[in-house]
């Protein structure tokens, strides 16, 4: 679950080329739901290893042993998702600044996110790796 930057590059080129407030307003929601999806994804993963981490024990080898299990498999595979959530977090703020930008050049009026899915969206997901 590596984070593209290849995707957050090719969405820039479309927020640019974006000629009318219809365009500039369907990727506004295709984004929208892009980044809601992958930060859901991650959320949930963090939620899931972070009711591992803690290590329990009463027996000092014991206790040993759950630690270093834990550093290795759980906490390793935690803090890369911690990681990935800060750089989605700061693509998705530097894309909103960016749609922002243009709607203002623009002079557009926010369309509702339609709630259709990411799927089919003005620049279609293959090209982006999304």
């Given at each position: 679950?590596?984070?593209n930057?290849e995707y957050i590059?090719?969405?820039?080129?479309?927020?640019?080329?974006?000629?009318?407030?219809?365009?500039i307003?369907?990727?506004?929601?295709?984004?929208?739901?892009y980044?809601?999806?992958?930060?859901?994804?991650?959320?949930s993963?963090?939620?899931?290893?972070?009711?591992?981490?803690?290590?329990p024990g009463?027996?000092?080898?014991?206790v040993t042993?759950?630690?270093?299990f834990?550093?290795?498999?759980?906490l390793?595979?935690?803090n890369?998702?911690?990681?990935l959530?800060?750089?989605?977090?700061?693509?998705?703020?530097?894309i909103?600044?960016?749609?922002?930008?243009?709607?203002?050049?623009?002079s557009c009026?926010?369309v509702?996110?339609?709630?259709?899915?990411?799927g089919?969206?003005?620049?279609?997901?293959?090209?982006?790796?999304?």
């Open positions: 679950m590596p984070f930057n590059s090719n969405l820039e080129k479309a927020i640019d080329q974006c000629s009318n407030c219809t365009q307003n369907k990727l506004k929601n295709d984004v929208e739901k980044f809601d999806k992958r930060l859901a994804d991650i959320l993963s963090i939620d899931i290893l972070g009711e591992l981490c803690p290590a009463s027996i000092e080898d014991v042993w759950i630690g270093n834990i550093n290795s498999n759980i390793g595979p935690y890369k998702l911690i990681t959530q800060a750089e989605v977090l700061a693509a998705q703020a530097s909103i600044a960016k749609i922002g930008s243009k709607i203002g050049q623009m009026d926010l509702p996110s339609s709630g259709s899915g990411f089919g969206s003005l620049f279609g997901d293959s090209m982006f790796g999304g």
